[in-house]
């Protein structure tokens, strides 16, 4: 049966449509999964003014078998075994007959009660007890109070509409009574509107200018940039996040297409696309890789015939055109090396000094990076970069759209003749800056990048930052997430716990937590990012354990791992040699060290594992140094026959100790030379589980 809800509100932020659908969707499933009832197909959709949910759902509760219990069976029962006066004063009060009464045993002992069948309520019973919750339970991060009330949400609540099965599930909220109408687009069509199902619902919104599926909205939009985009045969510059937040903003989409005085083509195209949508929620228009005098918008309206909405944000857009050309013009009048100076004038942290500070030890950290990777003929270009890199914070530019930064630094640069190396550095050090963003394309701009997030995220550690919950006011989540990701993809083979002594030298005189825990925090902290960054690439999770346990020293290393575990866990040998692995590991619990002596040896199949050993550990030993965890892996499971050998016929706890702990250090060194590669007792076998 059918259910459907509707939250009229206000205009809300996109932002907050997103969160509140999501919250809606998953504690709906939770609350009717609790009462007992079955969905199917729930989901979640809505506009700026609208968060609705439909579903299918069962019709009710199915009864249920209840269990009643009254006093234990010592006091119910007489020792003749008749029922006590408490027994009889229980079935009285439950308004029953005494011979329905029988002893119940429980987990807590033995009861004298009896057994009845519960009445399921109806699904519209429960709706009408879980609505008002659950609208009252959506957390926004900002809230208001409107009318006379307490209640706080994130804009006010216009109108319910709740249905079950074309009836109207009866409830109030906040003054609000729930009904089966709602009304059309607030301004071109607001008349009220009686619904009794989901199809008459969508429909009738629609001939009312409401597009209520966000999908049905963005492909709406996707088929009017294509129409328009046909015409000057062009595209539209690629924009997802302005395109995400806009299709929550509208209930009708409108594209509308504008132009702009030519004389703005001199500016980049970086700084127009910015001008667009910073200031106006315009889409760039392009053609190959370069701007033309074109724009594209999205309007709440089902037309424009007078042009009104393009002529509005032509005139206003030319508007902040002037702006940026004026501070291109401007910016380029000082070279950026004139800048830097007064970097010592602003504060990147009020504990961690000024950004002059932060340039200079981003040239010794890059420097140091330089060094370890063997990149002598970029460590001038490096250097210059690094003095550089902050100089477009002091532009005017840069102060409109804070945005920029560092794309402004790499711009100027260019333009006032730096060389390429240096320039792209520059512009491309704050990338990554999502989670999903790609990561510098140049060599100078990933290590720029690496150190940049590298001395944010020691620095603000190492002043006494803690993050919690959602509050990360410095993004160090996104640092980490970027300075594990830059070496992942750059492929660069570099001692973690260096990098963050180097970091925390260059921060010595600063630093408010101690040394050696801040060095665990970061190192912490960024196992926790790598981990998560291995989850999203598809691996298992005790596959990660696997491969992290060793160590994140080199954290592409710490990939190959995982990578080679991936690919062999599918081999025949995979699941007998880690049982075998975790036999060993077991067998070596609490087992004191001991030195291994091969003239100790007494058996042949004891002989043959010491020497496979030493066979397999020199080969998987040079693949080790080269990387080569699958290899190195392979070579290592050629000690599963000698291993199934010794165990078989071998007694490693002997009575002589000698003998006991000669065999114990060999297996010793089995175990060392397996944990190399990965500590396989993290890994869960289905043979395990059965």
């Not at 009445?119 to 957390?139: A, D, N, R, V, Y």
């Not at 910016?331 to 002059?356: A, C, H, M, T, W």
């Not at 001395?455 to 803690?466: E, K, S, W």
Request: proline share 4%; charged share 30%.
């Amino acid at each position: 049966m059918e259910f459907l809800l509707e939250i009229m509100t206000e205009e809300l932020p996109s932002s907050h449509v997103r969160s509140a659908l999501s919250q809606l969707e998953e504690k709906f499933r939770e609350e009717l999964n609790s009462a007992r009832i079955g969905v199917k197909n729930l989901k979640s959709l809505g506009t700026c003014r609208r968060l609705v949910v439909v579903a299918d759902l069962e019709a009710g509760q199915l009864d249920e078998e209840e269990i009643v219990t009254g006093p234990p069976k010592q006091v119910a029962l007489s020792p003749e075994g008749k029922f006590s006066t408490a027994a009889l004063g229980f079935a009285r009060s439950q308004g029953i007959p005494v011979d329905k009464l029988e002893i119940i045993k429980i987990p807590r002992g033995e009861y004298v009660g009896f057994k009845r069948l519960k009445k399921g309520k109806s699904t519209e019973e429960i709706l009408t007890e879980i609505c008002p919750s659950i609208i009252k339970s959506l957390t926004f991060p900002k809230s208001m109070r409107w009318g006379e009330g307490n209640f706080r949400f994130s804009r006010p609540i216009k109108n319910l509409l709740c249905l079950f099965d074309s009836r109207v599930v009866p409830f109030q909220f906040e003054g609000l009574i729930a009904g089966h109408k709602t009304r059309g687009h607030f301004i071109h069509s607001p008349r009220e509107i009686e619904v009794n199902n989901f199809a008459e619902y969508k429909q009738a919104l629609k001939e009312n200018s409401v597009i209520i599926d966000p999908e049905e909205r963005k492909q709406l939009i996707l088929n009017q940039f294509q129409q328009k985009m046909a015409a000057v045969k062009a595209q539209v510059y690629p924009d997802e996040g302005l395109l995400e937040r806009l299709l929550w903003n509208v209930e009708q989409p409108l594209v509308i297409m504008g132009t702009f005085p030519e004389k703005f083509l001199e500016l980049p195209l970086e700084v127009l696309s910015t001008a667009m949508r910073e200031g106006q929620k315009l889409f760039s228009v392009v053609r190959g890789k370069k701007q033309i005098p074109y724009f594209m918008g999205i309007a709440d309206a089902p037309a424009d015939p007078r042009k009104f909405i393009v002529s509005g944000n032509e005139r206003v857009l030319r508007a902040r055109l002037e702006d940026a050309r004026f501070f291109w013009e401007n910016d380029l009048k000082i070279p950026l090396s004139d800048r830097v100076g007064q970097l010592k004038n602003v504060v990147f942290q009020e504990k961690l000094g000024s950004y002059g500070d932060k340039v200079e030890r981003l040239q010794k950290l890059v420097a140091y990076l330089a060094d370890r990777l063997d990149l002598k003929s970029e460590k001038k270009a490096l250097g210059q970069a690094a003095r550089l890199s902050k100089a477009d914070l002091l532009t005017g530019m840069v102060r409109e759209f804070p945005e920029l930064q560092g794309i402004m630094g790499g711009l100027y640069s260019q333009k006032q003749g730096l060389p390429k190396t240096v320039a792209q550095a520059i512009y491309e050090h704050y990338l990554p800056i999502s989670l999903e963003d790609q990561v510098p394309n140049s060599t100078t701009g990933a290590i720029l990048s690496l150190a940049d997030k590298l001395d944010t995220l020691v620095g603000v550690f190492g002043v006494g930052y803690i993050i919690s919950g959602s509050s990360d006011p410095f993004g160090l989540r996104r640092q980490a997430h970027g300075i594990c990701k830059i070496i992942l993809e750059k492929k660069f083979h570099l001692s973690l716990s260096r990098l963050v002594d180097k970091a925390i030298f260059l921060l010595r005189d600063r630093l408010t937590v101690p040394e050696d825990k801040l060095k665990k925090m970061c190192l912490d902290f960024l196992e926790s990012r790598l981990r998560f960054i291995l989850d999203k690439k598809g691996y298992r999770y005790d596959l990660i354990n696997a491969a992290v346990a060793p160590g994140i020293e080199y954290l592409d290393y710490a990939e190959a791992r995982a990578r080679a575990l991936n690919e062999l866990r599918e081999s025949k040998n995979f699941e007998q040699f880690i049982l075998m692995a975790k036999r060993v590991k077991n067998i070596l619990k609490e087992i004191p060290k001991s030195t291994l002596n091969s003239a100790l040896f007494r058996e042949k199949e004891e002989k043959e594992l010491y020497s496979a050993l030493k066979i397999i550990q020199k080969n998987a030993r040079e693949m080790l140094a080269r990387g080569d965890f699958a290899g190195a892996q392979k070579i290592i499971f050629r000690l599963q026959a000698p291993l199934t050998n010794f165990f078989d016929r071998v007694l490693v706890m002997a009575e002589d100790k000698k003998i006991r702990n000669n065999r114990l250090a060999l297996l010793a060194q089995v175990q060392k030379l397996i944990q190399e590669v990965a500590d396989y007792s993290q890994i869960v076998l289905e043979v395990e589980s059965r």
